[in-house]
C-alpha cells in the first residue's frame, strides 16, 4: 500500500552515520584474534625447517580512507582502501638440531575491503541489514624477525608473509559479518514501528516494503498511521500516493502526508474523545457575559420564560471525524461541531435546550521540537447554517470565544506534547525546517 510517513536519508546523512560506522569497525578489527600459524619449509642445502607462529596480538587497526555508496536497486556499498594493521607475536624454529625462538613485529599495508549491505525489512515491519558480499585484499605485508639467525628467517619470511596475508583477508571479512550482525543489525532494530501516544492512540511506524537505494537517497516507507488502543478498527479511507520533492541538501527527511493525520482524527474520534463540555465556570475572568439562559434568551427568547435565569451546560461534539488538508500555505481543516446546550436545573438534571451545528475554519501550525512533532491551532470564524446567519451572528461571537478561550488551550496542551518521529536509538536532531507541499 501507499505509504503516510515516508523517511528520506541522503548521501550527506549517509556519510554521517557511516562515519560511525567505520569507527566501530575500526575497534571491532583492532581486537581481531587471529590464528596461530606453523608449519614446515624445505630449504636448498640447509633441509626442512619447522616454524611456529603464536601469541599473534593486533596492536592497531586504522581504516583511514573509507566512502559509503548508493548501489540503485540493490543496497549500500562501503569501500575501504589504504588500510594498515601492526601484529607482534612470538616465533619458534627448529633446523636439524638447531632451535631458535623470539618475537616478530608485522606491518600490514595497502589493506583494501569492499563490503555489499543488503536492506529489507522483516515480518513486524522492522528494518534489517546483511552482508551479501565481503572482500579484503592485502597487497603488501612486511615482517621482521628478531633473533641470532637473521639470515635463515629472510629465506622463508616470504612464506609467513603469504600465510599471514590468507589469514588475515579471511578474518578480516569474517569480523565485518560479525560486526553487521552483532553491532549494525540490533542497531538498526532500535527503530521503533509502534509508538504509543496516550491511553487511547499510538502510531504505526512499521514499514511497507524493504528499504529502496536510488543515486541520491536511501527512502523508507512506513505505514504511518495512528491507531486504537482501546477500540481496534479498520481505517475507512486509503493512503495516498506520497512523493517527496526533489531536494537532497539535507541529511535526512521526513515526509508526512494528510493520511497520517487524518487517521488521528478517526481514532480519536472512534473513541469518544472529542466530546467536551463547557460550564460557566470555565468561562475566562474578564469576558462580560455568563453561559445562563439570560445571555442566551436574546437569542431564543422563550428561555427566559421556561428557565428563568438558570446556568447552562455546552456539550461540543464532532458528528464525524475531521478531515485535514495539507497545501503550499500550510495544514487547515474545517470540522463541524454540534453544539447541544442544556439548562442545569435545580435538582442538577439537564434540561435540553437547543442544537446548533457550526463549520469551523482552523487553521493549524506545525513544528518539530526534540524529535516530537508538536502543533497549534487557531480557530477562524464559525459559519451557522445560511438561513440562521443573520439572527445569530452575536451567537457566533459568543460560541468563536468558547472556542479560543477554552477549547483550543486543552487541544494545544495536548499538541505542545506532540508525538515522537521513528528514530534509532541515540539519534538527535537539529537545524530542522518544516516545509508544507500539496
Same mark, same amino acid.
Given at each position: ?16 552515520? *557511516? ?20 608449519? &614446515? ?88 541489514? &546483511? ?24 629465506? @622463508? ?73 482501546? *477500540? ?5 479511507? #486509503? ?8 531536494? *537532497?541538501?539535507?541529511? !535526512?527527511?521526513? =515526509? ?23 460550564? &460557566? ?7 462580560? @457575559? *455568563? ?16 428557565? #428563568? &435565569? ?19 500555505? =500550510? ?27 457550526? !463549520? ?73 525546517? !518544516?516545509?508544507?507541499?500539496?
Amino acid at each position: 500500500t501507499n505509504p503516510g510517513f515516508v523517511v528520506r536519508i541522503t548521501q550527506a546523512g549517509l556519510d554521517y552515520a *557511516h562515519q560511525q560506522g567505520i569507527a566501530v569497525l575500526e575497534k571491532e578489527l583492532a581486537q581481531l584474534k587471529l590464528p596461530d600459524i606453523s608449519g &614446515d619449509f624445505p630449504i636448498r642445502r640447509v633441509g626442512k625447517v619447522h616454524y611456529e607462529i603464536s601469541r599473534l596480538e593486533l596492536r592497531s587497526f586504522h581504516l583511514p580512507y573509507s566512502r559509503i555508496s548508493l548501489v540503485p536497486k540493490v543496497g549500500l556499498q562501503v569501500s575501504i582502501s589504504n588500510a594498515f594493521a601492526e601484529v607482534d607475536g612470538n616465533w619458534r624454529v627448529k633446523i636439524h638440531f638447531i632451535r631458535d625462538h623470539g618475537s616478530f613485529d608485522l606491518k600490514v599495508e595497502n589493506i583494501y575491503i569492499k563490503i555489499n549491505l543488503k536492506l529489507g525489512s522483516d515480518a513486524s515491519g522492522k528494518p534489517t541489514i &546483511d552482508t551479501s558480499d565481503c572482500s579484503t585484499r592485502i597487497s603488501k605485508v612486511r615482517v621482521h624477525f628478531s633473533g641470532k639467525f637473521g639470515w635463515l628467517y629472510n629465506l @622463508f619470511h616470504s612464506v609467513i608473509e603469504a600465510r599471514f596475508r590468507k589469514a588475515l583477508e579471511s578474518k578480516v571479512c569474517e569480523n565485518v559479518v560479525s560486526s553487521v550482525h552483532g553491532e549494525l543489525q540490533p542497531y538498526i532494530q532500535t527503530l521503533p514501528v509502534t509508538a504509543r501516544i496516550d491511553a487511547i492512540a499510538g502510531i504505526d511506524y512499521s514499514l511497507v516494503a524493504p528499504p529502496t537505494a536510488t543515486a541520491q537517497s536511501l527512502d523508507v516507507d512506513l505505514k504511518g498511521k495512528f491507531f486504537s488502543l482501546t *477500540h481496534p478498527s479498520t481505517i475507512p479511507f #486509503p493512503p495516498l500516493a506520497l512523493a517527496f520533492p526533489p531536494d *537532497h541538501n539535507r541529511m !535526512v527527511y521526513f =515526509g508526512a502526508s494528510s493520511y497520517f493525520f487524518n487517521t488521528a482524527g478517526f481514532v480519536y474520534h472512534a473513541a469518544g474523545a472529542l466530546v467536551f463540555e463547557i460550564t &460557566d465556570s470555565m468561562i475566562p475572568k474578564g469576558v462580560d @457575559f *455568563h453561559l445562563n439562559t439570560s445571555t442566551f434568551s436574546a437569542f431564543v427568547p422563550q428561555l427566559e420564560k421556561m428557565y #428563568p &435565569d438558570m446556568l447552562m451546560k455546552l456539550r461540543l461534539s464532532a458528528p464525524s471525524a475531521p478531515f485535514l488538508n495539507i497545501g503550499p500555505e =500550510g495544514l487547515s481543516l474545517k470540522p463541524v461541531v454540534d453544539i447541544q446546550a442544556y439548562a442545569i436545573l435545580p435538582n442538577s438534571s439537564l434540561a435540553p435546550l437547543f442544537l446548533l451545528s457550526l !463549520v469551523s475554519n482552523v487553521s493549524a501550525v506545525i513544528d518539530v521540537k526534540s524529535s516530537h512533532v508538536v502543533g497549534n491551532l487557531k480557530v477562524g470564524s464559525s459559519f451557522p447554517p445560511p438561513s440562521l446567519r443573520s439572527q445569530v451572528r452575536t451567537l457566533q461571537s459568543i460560541m468563536n470565544i468558547f472556542a479560543s478561550s477554552i477549547l483550543l488551550p486543552r487541544f494545544n496542551a495536548r499538541l505542545e506534547q506532540g508525538f515522537p518521529l521513528p528514530l534509532p536509538d541515540r539519534i538527535q536532531l537539529s537545524n530542522m525546517l !518544516v516545509q508544507f507541499h500539496q
